[in-house]
């Protein structure tokens, strides 16, 4: 198995390298003709990194695309550099970007100059969930439990940790404190799995972390879930502890705490590619998410499994911008 | 650097370079302290804000770089036999240096395969003397062996120009 | 014992035929990887992954760990020979291990890099081995103020002040502050000093610094001699790694102090480029010889290889029992590990005792076949100073260009590493120092964060940097090492005082 593998792999670069001296392979629909080259706007062993790294390994493995899929991580100014890197490679058809939701608040925190408009839009590929988490050894058994607690605090009192600052975990942070009535301390790490650590750590007292993040410590009874910000329960019944599943986290509305909110895992190219050319990415993710180990991918990261193209996703995009838009501006975080 | 005591003329005296240095860095001092004030320099109720630190360290940057220019004037007289650099130990310098620049801005053009064609083999050839087969074969070998390893087999894209674009990449 | 029994099943399951040669093509794949500053650990790793899928996870852990054993042995190389980091972590072995190269003793230096960061690794495996679970929940304590703590240790461990005027030690070190804080705060999400530049949005990066200032630099200084490498002298001679090892056994303290630093800094995690910045500034400061660090002290290389791979070794226990990654090639491992529907947590140890305990046993012989493999390989390495200075000036140039540009895959680093270069020759003939101006970008960033994140917790109360004995501790000894040569200088005085009769 591991010699064919092996060999497999010596094969790939000789095609790889047979295509680079034929550059124009006649074939109907359109093809990539270089490696594709998969922009990551954030740093390696985050959410996004892990999708786009899974998806390469995946089209690979399943010999999706003739050309490899390259990944490449450009997280700078809150992953400014890897939207500006798209925007400016104008009728590039290879180069795509995964976006996590600092594709709505870098613009808006920072002032940097780009929108999702700047981008042509392909799919979206699932939606990350987020869940309230508290550590297994605190009181607080249920969410009114501890939002009851939060407002019986004094201001401040809580502390709420979240990956950077202005973006998605402490808009959630926000919208919560507001919910609620009164104030919690934010603190800022560079990512999730620190988050999670520090709440097992008792140095937090809360977290809003996806799901795949904090996973390892609720299975090994660290850290107690008490709500998902989405309107349904997650739909994966499969225990995970001796006693819960997914789908028994309750919704944070259904708990008195009318907060939702769900991050985008989509794909965008750059502007003024050609109708044909994202058709052939479509068509990749569709056939990317038929295989198995995306179903068992999703389902270990309890994803939100939404799938989306054209008019439907534009307009997922447009609202989910205003959203974000009014979010950022009750909290105070737009660039002046 | 040598100070064999009067200075050869058309070498480099140390206490310009000394004090053009130390002048950056009252500069950069500047900027940093200037922008420090944009983002807020203040103490908040729960913490320094951005610019607190970048301030401090801003004051204390332009403040050494004062001292050093002083501290230079101050010594003037004594300096003046210091030498930085000699023309004949300048000139290798700046050939290394000026070609550099060139190649930089070369990889930006062309991209890295060619530009580092053009520019090992050059300064093979004109620098170190080598004769025309030795100088183009390194000068072909090493970008050869950078495509294999970096496009090749570790997927690591580097910049690339017209040529690479004309051969599919 | 029962880790015992663990590994020596974990021996069995990883001393298959085939795993063996997935081990040396790892350790070779690594150790080219280490040797290139343009190819980092979490490249090779990222890429072999895919490939990965379809074998079974221990033999792709052993292949890939493998690879990250190779990258770190690696990193020395060219930091020995060309002054040119090929790793975040080797930057302290340049300190001393150009300087013996310089003096004709690069196999020398070479020997010891690799011999030592063969003992660090394997203080690191034992202590995996045997105190796992101790120290995955030790290293559980670690808040924002012990994070604080450590980065103020590290700090005030390699402070001192050299033999550059203090002026420009401290110029340099702000100026290194300051190119630190280029970018976004991550704190606030505002950006600082970009000036509407997005070239400037993800700020300095310290590999692009160090391969212009050190790399760049030293070409430029070498040019001044002419066309003419110092080291050309080095003899290829094998018995020089037998020689290099009678040497190494009067070190064992700074070796031990090494490893200790290493697997702390590992575990906790500060990461192995502070480690290994951190054992350098302990060993110059208690050594006897400390004065002649920077001169090609074989201590000098000894201390900062020993801490590094102890501390890189270490840094995959974390990442294991808490999925928390200590770098970014663990990082990308801890990817792999979801692919292979292995779920990194408290609970892998349970779970998966044939994976965990055959990656264990993996460490042991990857490190041992690693150390095999580039203790052959020393004089050939030595043997690269022999090639005429008119070829090797320019291709190290191209590489470091490659190494720049492949940080954040962007032109304006080669364009600032060229910047660098200049300022590394004119620091240098300036006498301005270039280790502090290093590492207050690397640790400034760090340090400005955590003690802010502990300002939100306390509310903004210095307090919290000796609220528990952890945090007091460390801070403590940092001061106490801060303020080492005034206390040794007053002591001395004492003493002096002592002797002489009383002044009027």
Redesign the interface.
Known sequence: MDRQLICRSLAAAGVAAAFAVTPFAASAAWEPTKPVEFVVPAGTGGGADQMARFIQGLVAKNNLMKQPIIVVNKSGGAGAEGFLDVKSSKGDPNKIIITLSNLFTTPLATGVPFNWKDLTPVAMLALDEFVLWVNAESPYKTTTEYMTAIKGGSAGQFKMGGTGSKQEDQIITVALEKSVGNKMTYIPFKGGGAVAVQLVGKHIDSSVNNPIEAVAHWRSGALRPLCVFDSAPMPYPTKITATQSWQDIPTCKSQGLAVEYQMLRGIFMPPGVTQEQVDFYIDLFKKVRATPDWKKFTEDGAFNNTFMVGKDFVEWVTKAEGTHKTLMQEAGFIAK | MASNGKQPAGAIATRWVEIGVAVALVVVGAIVILDSHRVGVGWAPDGPRSGYFPNIIGWILAAVGAWIVGETVYRWKSLESKVFVEREQLKPVLQMLLPTIAYVALVALIGIYVASMIYIGAFMRVQGRFGWLKSLAVAIAVPVAIFLLFEIWFLVPLPKGPVENLLGY | MEEIGNLMHGFAVALTW?NLV?MLVGILLGV??GV?P??GG???V??L????????PT?AIIMLSCIYWGALFGGAITSILFNIPGEPWSVATTFDGYPMAQQGRAGEALTAAFTSSFVGALFAVLMITFLAPLVAKF??????PEYFAIQLLTFCSFVGMGREPP??T??AM??G??LA?V?????????????GQ?QL???FDFLVAVIGLFG?GE??LT??E??AFKGKSAKIDPAVVLRTWAQLPRLWVTSLRSCLVGCWMGVTPGGATPASFMSYGMARRFSKDGDKFGEGQIEGVVAPETAAHAAGTSALL?MLT????GS?T???L??GL??W?L??????FVEQKEFVWGLIASMYLGNIAGLLIVLTTVPWWAAILRI????I???I??IC??GA??V????FD??MM?GF??MG???K??R?PLAPLILALVLGDMA??S???????S??SMSIFFANALVGSIVTLAILLLCWPLIGYLLDRWRASQGRPKRA
């Open positions: 085939h997935f080219l990887i290139l343009g190819l979490a490249n090779g990222a890429i992954l895919p490939l990965t899928f379809t074998m079974h033999s290293a559980l304590k670690f808040g924002p002026a420009k401290i110029a702000m100026l502050f300051a804080a970018g976004l705060d991550t704190m606030t999400g505002t950006l600082r000093m970009t000036f997005t949005l993800q700020g760049l070409i430029f040019m001044e002419g066309l974390p808490l999925g928390i990654p970014p663990a990082a990308v801890l990817g979801m692919i529907g779920q990194p947590g408290p609970l892998l005429p200075f008119a070829i000036a320019p291709v140039v191209v260009a490659i540009y492949t954040h895959n962007n032109m080669v364009v060229l270069g200049v020759y004119l620091f003939k300036l301005y400005e964060t003690f802010r994140q502990s300002m939100l917790l509310g903004g």
